[in-house]
């Protein structure tokens, strides 16, 4: 018989990419022996074609793909359309604001996504924990999910990241 229990992928960047990946991989193989595959990547860029989000959104509709503000590695890969984001959105930032799934007017009072600094697992951890401090008329989509939190132990993971931003704003 199935387990009950989902089975949950996550991961920040390149590993939202991977964590994609592997619950699409375990949607198709290992439906009978789990019912729901679930993902929830913050940072990830785009995986696949229209045609891979389409059947990766049939299989893995609990999809959240986070994203901080003006993240820069969110918007790529930029190659003719070529490439199409899965799941749904959830624009947070440092404020503590949390928009679910932007309208087309939402995105366009957006500032375009131009800062690498703002793809820092520290800027993730810093809007997801404003979010949850409760600035958000969304947040429900966060609570939605008891199993979505930020560990308490996520400073071991996330350092500093001031070397990155004196890397990024060093001028060449």
Request: aromatic share 12%; charged share 25%; hydrophobic share 35%.
């Amino acid at each position: 018989s199935p387990c009950d229990a989902p089975l949950v992928y996550t991961g920040h960047s390149l590993g939202g990419a991977l964590a994609t990946l592997g619950a699409l991989d375990s949607a198709l193989l290992m439906r009978p022996l789990h019912r729901s595959t679930a993902c929830f990547t913050f940072g990830s860029p785009r995986v696949g074609s229209y045609s891979f989000a389409r059947l990766y959104n049939e299989y893995v509709p609990d999809t959240m793909r986070i994203v901080f503000e003006r993240d820069l590695i969110t918007d790529q890969p930029k190659f003719c359309f070529a490439f199409k984001h899965v799941g749904r959105e959830i624009l947070i930032d440092e404020r503590g604001n949390c928009i679910a799934e932007p309208t087309f007017v939402e995105r366009k009072f957006q500032a375009s996504k131009t800062r690498l600094y703002d793809h820092s697992l520290n800027m993730y951890v810093k809007g997801f924990r404003a979010c949850e401090g409760g600035n958000s008329t969304h947040k429900d989509h966060l609570e939605h999910h008891p199993e979505f939190k930020i560990d308490d132990n996520i400073d071991d993971y996330a350092h500093d990241d001031d070397d990155v931003e004196d890397w990024v704003n060093a001028e060449v």
